[in-house]
């Protein structure tokens, strides 16, 4: 097995990389960070809660248009308000079956007018807080369909 070393290295504004004693220049374009995702196409399941809407904030405000995806259509409809002058769509879908994710994606490509280029699998819940007691099997069963596949 051969190890490879990469030291870079920034001079007036220029990075080189030193590869096994060969320099390559790389040049930097600058980009507008307030534009960086123009042109992007964000669905974020789990929109309409806390996390899922500070992402739509953040997304629309780089230049992305997002998908809200939730079970909540109120919770989207109260951050698509908040977004407004933004390209925020919303969708009402149960993400816990995977068996739709081809309608999901089909009918997020259909609203928006083109396709999804980031999928931010952000839906998620807790259903414990009242105590680990508290949870039965079908509630655990639920968590873990949301948590891990939505």
């Known amino acids: 097995m051969q190890a490879v070393f990469i030291c870079l290295h920034v001079w007036k504004g220029q990075l080189f990389m030193e590869e096994e004693k060969k320099i390559v220049q790389v040049k930097f374009s600058p980009v507008q960070a307030d534009r960086i995702l123009a042109g992007q196409n964000v669905l974020i399941t789990g929109g309409g809660g ?6 739509a904030r953040k997304f ?3 230049g ?13 409809e109260k951050v698509k308000a908040e977004l407004a002058g933004y390209p925020v769509f919303t969708m009402t879908y149960d993400v816990t079956d995977t068996k739709d994710m081809p309608e999901l994606f089909a009918d997020a490509e259909k609203i928006s007018g083109k396709e999804v280029t980031i999928l931010c699998a952000n839906a998620g819940i807790s259903l414990h807080e009242h105590g680990i007691k508290e949870v ?14 939505a």
């Open 50 to 55: 806390g996390i899922g809407s500070a992402m």
């Open 60 to 62: 629309t405000s780089v």
């Open 64 to 76: 992305a248009s997002v998908i809200l995806v939730d079970n909540k259509p109120e919770k989207m």
């Open 136 to 149: 039965t099997r079908e509630k655990f069963d639920l968590q873990i369909a949301v948590n891990l596949r």
